[in-house]
């Protein structure tokens, strides 16, 4: 059982930052063993890849959208990843995923093994 909790979410303004965090835990959950990933979903739409970032944190993947301007990272003695958003769009408005996999560092959602509850970011004009 491993249990993933977004926050940093909220509402701001085109044009600033934010800092979204997901802390994992879990009985048997050891946080370095899990590559780690985000994903956005908009209102009638699939989940989509944000960014995601192996074990260490040296390997790191982001979709064209948010590339340079959103940036992953993990603090494995907090059990925590990050992702830190940037110079935000109103079309980066969704509400955003954490996500834990045990084998491999990958953009594609069916592949992740856990899943949080999601945090909404909404980016206004």
């Not at 979204?20 to 946080?31: D, H, K, N, V």
């Not at 590559?35 to 979709?63: C, H, L, N």
């Not at 603090?75 to 491999?104: H, R, S």
Request: overall charge negative.
């Amino acid at each position: 059982q491993v249990q993933l909790v977004e926050s940093g979410g909220g509402l701001v303004q085109a044009g600033v930052s934010l800092r979204l965090s997901c802390a994992a835990s879990g009985r048997t959950f050891t946080f370095s063993d899990y590559a780690m990933g985000w994903f956005r979903q908009f209102p009638g739409k699939e989940r989509e890849f944000v960014a995601a970032i192996d074990w260490s944190g040296g390997v790191t993947y982001y979709a064209d959208s948010v590339k340079g301007r959103f940036t992953i990272s993990r603090d494995n003695a907090k059990n925590t990843v990050y992702l830190q958003m940037n110079n935000l769009e109103p079309e980066d408005t969704a509400i955003y995923y954490c996500a834990a996999n045990f084998a491999t560092t990958t953009i594609r959602a069916v592949e992740y093994d856990y899943w949080g509850q999601g945090t909404q970011v909404t980016v206004s004009s």
